[in-house]
């Protein structure tokens, strides 16, 4: 399969420990983006790359938050201090950028349960 | 501002009757707007886009959808529902200078036997 994957699937952590995500894009892909969704609502969009460069960042991205893609391939999301509202799913998408909208193929997203 | 309204939040049609998910959207620009569907435990699927080409856009699985500018409207159709259509269903929008996608709150489509 040469979709987007994301690693793990699910993550179950207490509130103050650290984690971190990762996205494997599909491999042609020079844009990465990362959504979060919570339970009953749309995804929301966190940040994007075009390759290793970080060109977008929503309000929603606290100071606990931080992306890399350092070799303009994988990514990972870690969010330090972890409270419970961090609690989502949290969602990878990447596309070939061109000067018009091309399709973004999501991953399954990690599903993150702080408690 | 930029953004999509879903008008239900859930919507519950019978096997083989039509379905209709609907959308409304607000933008200053031409926009370009998306259907994506969600089955649990999966990743979103895109069904269909539309980038101000033909009004009626056809998609995956049967499933069609019309931009009308003068209802600011893009709602979702399909003639005759599926068991396999059960799902959550999202109208996104395209906002292209910031190359994010902004998505609204969801529909999700039950289906009666």
Request: negative net charge; charged residues 15%.
């Given at each position: 399969?040469?979709?987007?994957?994301?690693?793990?699937?699910h993550k179950i952590t207490k509130r103050g420990q650290n984690v971190t995500f990762r996205c494997d894009p599909i491999s042609e892909h020079n844009r990465l983006y990362w959504y979060r969704q919570t339970l009953?609502?749309?995804?929301?969009?966190?940040?994007?790359?075009?390759?290793?460069?970080?060109?977008e960042?929503?309000?929603?991205?606290?100071?606990?938050?931080?992306?890399?893609?350092?070799?303009?391939?994988?990514?990972?999301?870690e969010i330090q201090r972890t409270e419970q509202g961090d609690s989502a799913m949290y969602l990878c998408a990447s596309s070939l950028d061109t000067s018009s909208y091309n399709e973004q193929f999501f991953g399954p997203g990690t599903r993150l349960t702080v408690l | 501002?930029?953004?999509?309204?879903?008008?239900?939040?859930?919507?519950?049609?019978?096997?083989?009757?039509?379905?209709?998910l609907r959308c409304n959207?607000?933008?200053?620009?031409?926009?370009?707007?998306?259907?994506?569907?969600q089955h649990p435990n999966k990743g979103l699927q895109l069904l269909l886009k539309?980038?101000?080409?033909?009004?009626?856009?056809k998609g995956i699985n049967g499933f069609e959808a019309e931009f009308k500018k003068s209802e600011t409207?893009?709602?979702?159709?399909k003639p005759s529902a599926h068991m396999s259509d059960a799902a959550e269903y999202f109208c996104a929008y395209f906002y292209s200078s910031a190359s994010?996608?902004?998505?609204?709150?969801?529909t999700r489509l039950s289906i009666r036997p």
């Open positions: 399969d040469t979709g987007v994957s994301q690693d793990p699937r009953g609502q749309g995804p929301e969009f966190l940040t994007y790359f075009q390759n290793e460069a970080q060109l960042k929503s309000r929603l991205l606290s100071d606990r938050f931080s992306a890399e893609r350092p070799k303009g391939s994988f990514s990972t999301l | 501002a930029q953004s999509v309204t879903q008008l239900d939040s859930h919507v519950s049609v019978s096997e083989g009757t039509p379905v209709l959207y607000s933008s200053s620009y031409s926009p370009s707007l998306f259907w994506y569907v539309y980038t101000s080409a033909a009004t009626l856009v409207s893009f709602h979702l159709t994010k996608i902004i998505f609204g709150s969801g």
